[in-house]
């Protein structure tokens, strides 16, 4: 989308993004291996972080990733979390780029579902999309296949 400011001609890009998975895990398992932040063994982009072991998922704590894309560690902020339901994040990353990361799970007659979305925000938008599109459609599948072999 294109934006006037001043006279200058400004890009404003926005992207939302959104994986479903079921998995048959039950959501108690799912959410276990979801919160535990020390643990991204089955994470498709993220090598490892800073928290220590038995550390979870609460609202206002920030830590830091390492991608499997760049040895750069990158910050992310625990946005929200309702206990066996959601976990919402941001990253901290670079100036340009706002991005939101939300883990939803819920339980079916069919199953545990997984909900992953992704919105990004910024000028730097479609670049960070076209590198982190193949890891993102398999974040929720990755997470899935992990809970049911711990399960």
């Not at 220590?52 to 920030?62: Q, T, W």
């Not at 941001?90 to 939803?104: N, S």
Request: charged share 15%; with cysteine.
């Amino acid at each position: 989308m294109l934006m006037t400011f001043k006279g200058k001609l400004l890009c404003a890009f926005s992207l939302y993004k959104r994986y479903r998975v079921v998995s048959t895990a039950p959501v108690d398992v799912l959410w276990q291996k979801l919160i535990n932040l020390a643990d991204v063994s089955w994470h498709p982009l993220f090598s490892k972080t800073n928290v220590p072991l038995g550390l979870i998922a609460k609202p206002g704590l920030i830590y830091q990733v390492v991608t499997r894309l760049t040895p750069i560690p990158i910050r992310l902020f625990v946005e929200n979390v309702r206990p066996g339901e959601l976990l919402s994040m941001r990253v901290l990353a670079i100036p340009g780029i706002e991005q939101k990361i939300t883990y939803q799970v819920e339980s079916t007659l069919c199953g545990s579902y997984i909900s992953y979305s992704v919105t990004l925000r910024g000028w730097l938008s479609p670049l960070i999309w076209w590198l982190i599109k193949p890891y993102s459609a398999r974040v929720a599948s990755e997470l899935a296949s992990a809970a049911e072999r711990l399960a």
